[in-house]
Structure formats: structure tokens, C-alpha cells
């Protein structure tokens, strides 16, 4: 992949001060089908972060969500690693109880919950991170 999944939505962070990357192409859509014009791209797995990509996230708060497992782990590291010299990096948490953003979304059932949810996980996470 030469650049994130729906890389265009970057011009929308930009506008915003923020994106949400998602390890996977599902889940950045499973987030698109939540929240039709919100700024979020996807990125093929833990290692697929390219250090090329980097300048495009300058200055954006990153709400980085990664998979409930050792990939999930890796990737969040990764692009923890990458970005937090250009970027103030949040890493938003899928509940224990499921694999992944996709997956969280499915077991919900509801779109509208899921939004709900996602909404809180990143409000929780900004809270951590501050202190």
C-alpha cells in the first residue's frame, strides 16, 4: 500500500487537528460507516506503517486503535515510535471482549451504539493521557 487507506481524509484532519488510524482497512471503514465525514484513515497491519508517512500527520492529535492482540500491541507501538516526534499520539482501547474494532461493532449490533461506544473509548482515552 503506498499510502493509508482513505489517505484523503487527511485533508480533513488537517482541518480538524486530528485522525483516527485504525489497523486495518475494515475496521477504518467500520469507523466511516459510524461517522460518514470523520477523519480517519487505515493502515494493513502492525507493520505496515511506512516512516514515508510520517510529515502527512504533522501536527494532529492521532487516536491510534489497534487489535486486541500481540499485532494490536506492535502496531500501536509502531506508530507510537513514528509519529510522536510530529504528532501528540492517543491510543484508544477496543473492549477486551472483542478482537477488534470490526468485531466490536458486529457484536453491537447497532450502528448508533457502536458510535456511542467508540465515542466514549476515545473521550476515556484522551482522559488518560492526560494524566
Partial sequence: MRCPYEADRLEWAHEAGWVIMTEG??????????????PVVGVPGAGSFKAEWVRAFTGLSAFVVGDNDTSGVNFRSAVESLLSSVARVTHVMVPEAFSDVTEWQVQLGDPN????????????AVDSSRG
Fill in 25 to 38: 482497512v475494515s475496521d477504518a471503514t467500520t469507523v466511516i460507516s459510524a461517522f460518514e465525514k470523520v
Fill in 113 to 124: 451504539v457502536f458510535a456511542e461506544r467508540f465515542n466514549e473509548a476515545c473521550g476515556r
